[in-house]
């Protein structure tokens, strides 16, 4: 028996007797069935419990499939997504890329520009001391 049967007030234990008198359960049987009913009843809820357990483990097969088709529908739209953010994002750096590889070409390009008129420009200055000098 249950060593918390006093707890959960199971009258049939023997821990709460301190007579030592043993307490017999009587037997408990459904009214007018005999040991063949008993049986073919237990056999009729197993097989019953069986066919719930199938149409349940069929259900949640089928609930589990369309979740996991669901996922895989939402997970290759997001992947989509990601490509065509992906492209844009490409399309934008390559342009802006582009843009700066122009502005540092117009720049490499006024530098040298802008240095060639200083060296003209200290020639002609060098010519002018060179002329007042001698």
């Known amino acids: 028996m249950s060593t918390n049967a006093e707890r959960h007030g199971d009258p049939y234990s023997r821990t709460g007797d ?34 719930e357990t199938d149409r349940w483990r069929s259900e949640a097969r089928t609930e589990s499939d369309a979740t996991v088709a669901d996922a895989r529908k939402e997970a290759a739209e997001l992947v989509r997504a990601a490509h065509a953010e992906a ?3 490409r399309q934008e ?8 590889e122009e502005d540092i070409a117009r720049l490499e390009q006024v530098a040298t520009d802008t240095r060639e008129q200083l060296r003209q420009h200290l020639t002609e200055m060098l010519a002018r001391v060179d002329a007042t000098l001698g």
């Open 18 to 51: 301190r007579s030592g008198a043993a307490i017999e359960r009587p037997a408990v049987r459904p009214s007018g069935l005999d040991d063949g009913q008993d049986g073919s009843a237990a056999a009729r809820l197993l097989e019953m419990t069986a066919r």
């Open 87 to 89: 492209d844009r994002v």
């Open 93 to 100: 750096t390559t342009a802006l890329r582009e843009r700066h």
